[in-house]
């Protein structure tokens, strides 16, 4: 698992060891690493960023968590309604794909005029941008789920509701986790974007001042706990996908009529 970190590092530590690249182009990994205890712990070193992890950190954090939220929200039920009736995917499945060939930067002028600079846009640009991942993996994991499910389950006295949480969501799951995985990894890019703006507080608004500054450290610092953070969000929604699978749901299986 550690061999290809440690692996990078090495070619990183002989490429500055060697002066291929200058360190104002590529710092040594120790000044790097002094840089990113200063930015978590606080020594002074990497001055008004010192000891501010948690503030920018928390800032795009929630920034993240609000925007995929509602992606995922919307996108799921979207998916699995378009993905079961043919005619909602003949009324809104076509303009969504149109909307889904707009790059997600081609927003960022317009959300500013909406909204402003600020996290407002900022959420805003990664729920456009995760929502399409999650509606597609999950318009693609409920249209394939094979009839002879949902007829068994209909002949067995299954209600619709039944039918929908204990057979289509289930049988849609894969589909849908990697869709929602895709979309936290979307969303931590997104979110970056927004903050280069010129928000005051996250991780992106730390590296572009960094850059600003000329200080290739701190930006390196920044891609890092980025890095590190959406690792952890990942892990954290896969566990969570775990802990509530889709066959948990309560419902009751009454005839509708």
Request: glycine share 10%; with cysteine.
């Amino acid at each position: 698992m550690a061999i290809l970190p440690l692996l990078i590092l090495a070619v990183w530590q002989i490429l500055t060891a060697a002066q291929f690249l200058p360190a104002y182009l590529l710092p040594p990994p120790l000044d790097v690493l002094k840089s990113l205890y200063d930015f978590i712990f606080g020594s002074g070193a990497a001055g008004q960023y010192s000891g501010t992890f948690m503030e920018h950190s928390a800032a795009s954090i929630v920034r993240v968590g609000i925007g995929f939220s509602l992606a995922a929200l919307i996108g799921v039920p979207a998916g699995i309604i378009s993905g079961r009736s043919n005619q909602v995917a003949t009324l809104i499945d076509p303009f969504i794909q149109l909307i889904r060939s707009v790059p997600g930067i081609s927003w960022l002028p317009l959300a500013i005029v909406w909204f402003g600079i600020g996290t407002v846009t900022t959420i805003f640009l990664i729920v456009i941008a995760a929502f399409f991942p999650v509606y597609v993996s999950s318009f693609h994991g409920a249209r394939t789920i094979p009839l002879r499910w949902v007829q068994a389950a209909r002949m067995l006295g299954a209600s619709r509701s039944y039918v929908l949480f204990r057979v289509i969501v289930p049988g849609a799951m894969p589909s849908i986790e990697a869709g929602l995985r895709l979309a936290m990894g979307i969303s931590w890019a997104y979110v970056v974007l927004g903050e280069l703006t010129g928000v005051n507080e996250g991780l992106g608004a730390m590296i572009m001042d960094a850059r600003l500054l000329g200080d290739v450290r701190l930006i390196i610092v920044g891609i890092i706990c980025i890095a590190v953070l959406g690792r952890i969000c990942d892990l954290l929604l896969l566990a969570m996908l775990r802990f509530v699978p889709a066959t948990a749901w309560p419902v009751n299986n009454k005839r509708m009529a």
